[in-house]
């Protein structure tokens, strides 16, 4: 095995022999290189949210013409530490009749939900966590443990508006759940296991190819899991000042700010995974690091997307976000599973290029009959507005007359 084609599989061999030299019993050394595997991951996922903050704070300046960090060190790049070293030293405030348990354990809560997707997602054909036959329902398993988190904040800050945050924000992360879980059928389906890395070896074609309606479901639901605009009202700050995480001060904000930015990059990673072909490509199977190239490069793609859309697009408000939710998103994506389904049936799997262009045009399809209803929707609500003939009428002041001088001395 050579160093540079799989650096981790090769060190990982090489702690194997000398843990085994110095007497570890086989099933201590698996123990070992598990605890130091995950602790790894763990950490350069951590470590890379600075990076993250950096691209993301000076991408979101381009978009918005306007510079971002450009102050500490060279193009603003030691902003981030800065921004680090003040959390670090900031004072932890504790309201007072907060519940501890809940108040506590919310941030930790946070950071462990995105952590845990990572154990499931294969970085390359050789380097994953560990490979379930259940992954796709494990990411949705431990994505409600980040909901959970956010109800803990909300309900053990002692404080209406972090209660009303935490209740709006689980309200929208788990109506936005519905379309996703449904819209992830349709890759389980094509690929015939729930496995991540089963999904992954099945893309010969990129399941956007065979699914770009589930694919586009898919990056809609995973920006409102986010909380990223259009869909932010989770800390929208006009109504809710911060949010569920209002009395947070000092590392435990720090770490919710941490899941933020890597929650967003790590649905832009399962993204590119499930519909992507995640570390497929040329030699990829043959020199795993290219395989992990591959894959950050698809993940980079989506997540410049998806920040592109965050620094353009306004907020939405929270009847308009439910009413795209259930009425739109979930009955297209109960709809188009069950096309996607006969059609994964009735088409022949064989030639490719064929099954392609029939599930492409499938979809081309579904989507113009939906675009064609929400256009009838939309002008039968125009026809039903009542138009006011005349002005409405304006609230003025009650005109006063004058006190004269000599009544007003009298």
């Given at each position: 095995?050579?160093?540079?084609?799989?650096?981790v599989n090769f060190i990982a061999r090489w702690l194997e022999s000398v843990l085994t030299g110095w007497g570890a019993s086989a099933v201590l050394t698996q123990v070992i290189l598990a605890v130091l595997g995950a602790g790894l991951l763990a950490t350069v996922a951590m470590v890379f949210v600075t990076v993250l903050i950096w691209a993301e704070r000076?991408?979101?300046g381009r978009v918005q013409d306007?510079?971002?960090?450009n102050r500490v060190g060279p193009w603003g790049i030691f902003q981030t530490i800065a921004d680090m070293l003040k959390i670090f030293t900031k004072e932890y405030i504790t309201p007072i009749g907060?519940?501890?348990v809940p108040y506590n354990?919310?941030?930790v809560l946070s950071v462990a939900a995105v952590l845990s997707v990572w154990a499931v997602v294969p970085l390359s054909s050789t380097v994953f966590g560990t490979n379930v036959n259940v992954g796709i329902l494990y990411i949705m398993a431990v994505g409600a443990i980040g909901e959970l988190g956010v109800i803990f904040a909300g309900l053990g800050s002692n404080n209406k508006y972090a209660m009303l945050g935490g209740f709006r924000a689980v309200a929208q992360l788990v109506s936005y759940e519905v379309p996703m879980v449904v819209t992830l059928l349709i890759p389980v389906m094509f690929a015939g296991s729930m496995g991540i890395n089963d999904i992954v070896k099945s893309q010969s074609v990129w399941n956007i190819f065979l699914a770009p309606v589930a694919a586009l479901l898919f990056f809609i639901t995973s920006i409102a899991e986010n909380g990223r605009a259009p869909f932010d009202l989770i800390e929208a700050d006009s109504e809710l000042v911060a949010g569920f995480n209002i009395e947070y001060s000092g590392l435990k904000f720090g770490m919710f700010y941490v899941a933020d930015f890597l929650h967003a990059f790590t649905s832009a990673m399962v993204f590119a995974t499930i519909f992507l072909g995640g570390w497929r490509g040329p030699?990829?199977?043959?020199?795993?690091?290219?395989?992990f190239l591959y894959l950050l490069l698809k993940t980079l793609a989506v997540y410049l997307l998806m920040l592109v859309l965050r620094f353009s697009i306004p907020r939405l408000r929270i009847d308009q976000m439910m009413n795209v939710n259930w009425k739109f998103l979930t009955p297209l994506s109960l709809i188009n599973l069950v096309v996607m389904a006969l059609a994964a049936k009735l088409v022949p799997a064989a030639p490719m290029l064929l099954r392609v262009g029939i599930l492409v045009a499938i979809n081309v399809v579904l989507w113009l009959i939906t675009d064609r209803i929400l256009t009838i929707a939309d002008s039968k609500r125009d026809k039903e507005r009542v138009i006011v003939s005349k002005p409405l009428p304006v609230a003025r002041p009650e005109k006063v007359e004058p006190i004269e001088e000599g009544s007003a001395q009298a």
């Open positions: 095995m050579n160093f540079f084609s799989d650096p000076k991408i979101g306007r510079p971002g960090p907060a519940d501890l354990l919310a941030p030699a990829a199977e043959t020199l795993p690091v290219l395989g």
